[in-house]
């Protein structure tokens, strides 16, 4: 391609976007919302190719029963998951104890891969934007020790909104929990924004980070 001296941004960003893998944002579909909900009520799903960036999402299984980090990156091979049975209180859980541990007690209740998968898909104050889980839909999830999450690979993902926090949308509901950080399409959750003196009405940039490139697109917040 040759030098355009009227349009060297476009130029640079050719470059950029034609080397392999390079992630490139798109476009936010915000849906019925039209704009970035200040009160965080409202999921922002962001379009775009190669979001990942060559990142990888570290993962481990327990009998059938998979478990992956919620973001790609090298950060979530320190999590692991523990099975244990108390033999009293049925099901619970717990990641408060240990922030890089989950311990799934099954106290007593025998309970297969899709009750426990489900418990840590719905298990929003242990479990949000650390582990999700997928069955396979086998029989009782055995006691088991320590076991590392491993295979995360690349700078750890991370999004931001007027510089808040924005973690992925966290699967709830389902024995089977589908990625929200993915090549094309990253769903995310987003916080209420007032607490950092954002307003409907102000335009918020949104920053990704996929596999240490920033990626940013602004929007009207509503």
Partial sequence: ??????????????????????????????????????????????????????????????????????VPGEGANEYSVQVVDTGVGGLTLDMTTDPNKLVIDQ??????????????????????????????????????????????????????????ACPPDHPVGAAVAAASVANDEITLNPPSLTTGGAAAGDVGVLRVLCGGVMEQISSVLV
Avoid at 26 to 51: E, P, Q, R
């Fill in 1 to 70: 391609m040759p030098f355009d001296p009227t349009n060297p941004s476009g130029r640079s960003f050719g470059q950029l976007e034609a080397r392999a893998g390079f992630p490139r944002l798109d476009y936010l579909d915000l849906g019925a919302a039209g704009g970035i909900t200040a009160d965080g009520s409202v999921n922002i799903v962001c379009k775009g190719a190669n979001l990942l960036n060559g990142t990888t999402f570290a993962q481990a299984t327990i009998g059938t029963l998979d478990f992956d980090a919620v």
């Fill in 107 to 164: 106290g007593g209740s025998a309970s297969d891969e899709d009750t426990v998968a489900t418990a840590i898909n719905n298990a929003l104050a242990d479990s949000f934007g650390k582990i999700r889980a997928n069955s396979a839909g086998g029989g009782a999830v055995p006691v088991t020790a320590a076991t590392q999450l491993a295979g995360g690979s690349g700078v750890d993902f991370s999004a931001s909104i007027v510089g808040i």
